[in-house]
């Protein structure tokens, strides 16, 4: 019915936190004394009400290269907002909202890292089907005494071999990556931002200094890699259907186990070039795991 007006949770929620106006630098200092000298719980809701719309512009960046649903990628950037206000040192002379941009975007990393796997799986509804049903049913067949191999589980499944060969090779190539959020062509123009008019030059200057940074150390990481590296990282890591390891070790003339151990080996590298390259970045990532 076109009198019927289209709820839109998304647009519900802009509306909503858009009620909530931007902070000086000095009130958000204020009220992060407040917090960590007396735990004040209305100071740290003010600190987080009003960063809301930094979450929403983030999560939008990497949704775009992701395809994640957005309200998921917002909840988790929310709960890196939250332990942010928690973790900020109001005297060490850095903006809450810049130290908070790290963490929203480590627990939004985070979750596409731990989404990884379903998310490049297939691009198909069949495809994620399979998925799911194919963990089930091997799992159920060593636990029955069974080797799950590709004829047996094309029989119980009733797909062809070949189904289960090539979703069985992508389940084992999937590695966390954090170069995907970036990607090579330059499509900046399909960033959705939050009209925020409060929003002080110096925090757009900080975050664009962030995002300047991402870009350039990847695009470093890059020129590292040799030509047989740099077309297993676009075809097989990055790319909407992905080439399996039988695809490429075909191109190069190498095994998939071979095409296996270079993919392994380029994600060790990239690790641990974030970590020598930006280093607070993964400062922030470590921090994950020892809160609650």
């Given amino acids: 019915d076109s009198h019927l007006v289209k709820y839109d949770p998304l647009q519900l929620y802009l ?7 931007l902070l000086t630098r000095e ?6 004394i407040r917090v960590k000298e007396h735990g004040d719980r209305e100071a740290a809701y003010t600190l987080v009400t009003s960063n809301l719309r930094l979450v929403v512009k983030i999560a939008m960046e990497f949704q775009r290269t992701w395809m994640q649903n957005l309200l998921d990628l917002i909840q988790e950037g929310n709960i890196g907002l939250m332990q942010a206000v928690q973790k900020f040192d109001p005297y060490k002379g850095v903006r809450f909202s810049y130290y908070a941009s790290f963490w929203i975007k480590a627990y939004i990393l985070k979750f596409i890292m731990d989404n990884w796997r379903l998310v490049k799986i297939g691009t198909t509804q069949a495809q994620r089907k399979l998925f799911f049903r194919l963990k089930k049913e091997k799992q159920k067949l060593m636990s029955e005494g069974f080797d799950p191999k590709p004829k047996l589980l094309s029989e119980r499944l009733g797909v062809t071999e070949q189904e289960v060969t090539d979703m069985d090779q992508r389940l084992d190539g999937w590695e966390v990556s954090l170069d995907a959020p970036i990607k090579d062509e330059s499509d900046d123009e399909r960033i959705a931002f939050i009209p925020t008019p409060e929003m002080s030059s110096e925090t757009r200057v900080a975050k664009k200094e962030m995002e300047a940074i991402l870009h350039e150390k990847l695009a470093s990481f890059k020129k590292d890699l040799n030509e047989r590296e740099r077309d297993i990282l676009k075809t097989r890591l990055f790319s909407d259907s992905p080439a399996t390891l ?6 190069y ?7 296996r151990q270079i993919q392994s080996n ?8 974030f970590e020598q390259e930006i280093p607070e970045f993964d400062t922030f990532l470590e921090g994950l795991g020892q809160s609650e």
């Fill in 246 to 251: 039988q695809e490429i070790g075909e191109r």
């Fill in 253 to 259: 003339g190498i095994s998939r186990e071979r095409v």
């Fill in 15 to 21: 509306r909503e936190i858009g009620q909530h106006r």
């Fill in 27 to 32: 009130e958000e200092k204020e009220l992060a």
């Fill in 266 to 273: 380029m994600i060790r590298k990239m690790k641990s070039y």
